[in-house]
């Protein structure tokens, strides 16, 4: 098991900004890629960002492209998620995850092995 806790959700108005984060341990944080999902109620889990072990690809969901930023710091261990310009069709819970080592990055929840708890984010309009 290889913990990831996520943590920067809230509440927040529309067109404002919040930072999510994505504290991992328990192994070489820089062996995976990572990615960033979320799922909102009565709907599936959707890819929102993908980063490479060594955060030189990036790649974001067309959702959220020119809004989002997924960045990662492998000296400290974190995965981080700026948004900005929020709209209230981003509420939803949303996940870090890690994919296996020396896996790239994948689009699909299935292809993810280790996941976070979770982070609410809301955005009210």
């Known amino acids: 098991q290889v913990p990831l806790v996520e943590s920067g959700g809230g509440l927040v108005q529309a067109g404002g900004s919040l930072r999510l984060s994505c504290a991992a341990s328990?192994?070489?944080?820089?062996?995976?890629?990572m990615g960033w999902f979320r799922q909102a109620p009565g709907k599936e889990r959707e890819f929102v960002a993908g980063?490479?072990?060594?955060?030189?690809?990036?790649t974001h969901a067309d959702s959220v492209k020119g809004r989002f930023t997924v960045s990662r710091d492998n000296a400290k261990n974190t995965l981080y998620l700026q948004m900005n310009n929020l709209k209230p069709e981003d509420t939803a819970v949303y996940y870090c995850?890690?994919?296996?080592?020396?896996?790239?990055?994948?689009?699909?929840?299935?292809?993810?092995?280790?996941w976070g708890q979770g982070t609410q984010v809301t955005v009210s309009s």
């Open positions: 995850a890690s994919r296996g080592p020396y896996e790239g990055i994948n689009y699909s929840p299935e292809g993810y092995v280790y």
């Open positions: 328990g192994r070489t944080f820089s062996d995976s890629a």
């Open positions: 980063i490479s072990r060594f955060g030189d690809i990036t």
